[in-house]
C-alpha cells in the first residue's frame, strides 16, 4: 500500500516560543535595583541630617582641652557635663528660652485662630471674592520680610512697641498667616458638604459649625501648622535683632550671639552646649508629632 506524505503545511506544529531566560531576570532585577538604589539615596540622606546634630550632641560633652588639642571631628577622649553649666552661668540662657517659647507661642496662637478662621470664611462659608481674597493671601508668600523691617521699626517707634514681645509676634505671624491659610483651606475643601448641611438642618450657626466640626477636624492641620512655623519662629534672627533693644527680651539667637561676643576666647564647647540645650525642646516635639504632622500634609493634599 502506497502512502502518500502529507502535504508540508500539515506537518508543521505549533512550537512555543518561551520568553528568553536574560530577558526574564532582567525584568525580575529592574524593581531589586530600584530599590536597592532607593535605599542607598534614603541613608546617605538620613546621614547628612542626623550626622550635625551627632557631632553637636558629642561636641557638647568633650572637654575644653581635648576640643582645643584635638581633631574637632574626631571622636572625644574624655566626656564632661561641665560644658553645660558653664553655658547657663555665662550668659542668660534660661531667659532666652523664656523669651523664644512666649514669642513662638503667641505666634503660633495668633496664626492658627487667624489663619483657620479666614480659611473657614473663604473655604466654607462662601462669599463674592472669596476666590480673588484667597489670591491675595497667596500672594503673600513671595513677599520678602526684609521689606517690613523699617517701615515696622518707624511705626513701633510712633506707638511705643518697640522693644517688646509684641513687636515680634505680629510680624512673625503675619508672615506666617498666608501658608497658614492655604493649608487650612486645602483640607477644608475635602470636608464633605454634607456634613456642614446637615448641621445646618439641625439648627447649628456657622461659629457652632465651626466649633464642633470643623475644629475638631483640623486637629492634624493645627499640628502641621504650629509645627512648621515654630521652627521659622524659634530660630528667628532678624525681628528679634531689629526690634530688640534690651537684654531682657532677647530670644535664643540673639543670646547665643552676644554669648560668642562677650568671652573674648570662644569657649567653643560651652557654645554647643548651650545650642544643644535651645535645639533639644523643639527636635522633641517634632519627634513627638510627626506623625501627626504628616497626616496634616496628607489631608491637606489628598482628598481623605
Partial sequence: MITHPAPAAAVRTASPQPA???ARRRRR????VYRTLSRVLVVVIVA??????????ITSLRTEQDFASGNPFALPSALTLDNFARAF???NLGLNILNSFIVTMGANLLIVVLGMMAAYAIQVLGFRLSKLVRAVFLMGIIVPVQIALVPLFIDYSKVGLLDTYQSMIVPLAGFALPMSVYLFSS???Y???ETYEAASLDGAGPYRIFGLITLPLSLNTVVTVVLVNSIFIWNDFIFANTFVLTEGLKTIPLGLQNYIGAMGKTDWTATFAAVCVTVTPLLLVFLVL???M???LESGATKG
Avoid: C, D
Avoid at 532585577?29 to 531589586?32: A, D, K, L, T
Avoid at 547628612?48 to 550632641?57: C, D, E, G, S
Fill in 89 to 91: 552661668a555665662t550668659g
Fill in 29 to 32: 532585577s529592574r524593581p531589586h
Fill in 290 to 292: 510627626n506623625k501627626a
Fill in 187 to 189: 483640607f477644608f475643601e
Fill in 48 to 57: 547628612a541630617q542626623v550626622y550635625p546634630l551627632a557631632w553637636l550632641f
Fill in 294 to 296: 504628616i497626616q496634616g
Fill in 191 to 193: 470636608i464633605p458638604r
Fill in 20 to 22: 528568553p531566560a536574560a
